[in-house]
Nanobody, 121 residues
Framework: QVQLVESGGGLVQPGGSLRLSCAAS????????MGWFRQPLGKEREFVAT????????DYADSVKGRFTISKDNAKNTIYLQMRSLKPEDTAVYYC??????????????WGQGTQVTVSS
């Protein structure tokens, strides 16, 4: 079973940028599709972005399309989420997950512990 650790969260002003990282260990990272999900306080966890095992196909939630970019570095066993033009409604705990290439949570069977992103002036 792969283990995942997110990092890079923090406080950023509206319109700012942030890059999240997710480091994997304990499994064959290159075989997994990877996803980012987020959970705003008091709300359900929701899909953000996913990337296939090769890193050549991606999918995004409409709310982040054009602002967020997911990428995968199989040599470093790491995925990234570059977030630009951040809005207060992007505030959430962000989770990375390993599984199959899908935008549904059921397709992922390994999850990180989450990292908090707060967008506020």
């Amino acid at each position: 079973q792969v283990q995942l650790v997110e990092s890079g969260g923090g406080l950023v002003q509206p319109g700012g940028s942030l890059r999240l990282s997710c480091a994997a260990s304990g499994g064959t990272f290159s075989r997994y599709a990877m996803g980012w999900f987020r959970q705003p306080l008091g709300k359900e966890r929701e899909f953000v972005a996913t990337i296939n095992w090769r890193g050549d196909a991606t999918d995004y939630a409409d709310s982040v399309k054009g602002r967020f970019t997911i990428s995968k570095d199989n040599a470093k066993n790491t995925i990234y989420l570059q977030m630009r033009s951040l809005k207060p409604e992007d505030t959430a705990v962000y989770y990375c997950a390993a599984g199959v290439f899908t935008n549904t949570q059921i397709g992922y069977d390994a999850w990180g512990q989450g990292t908090q992103v707060t967008v506020s002036s």
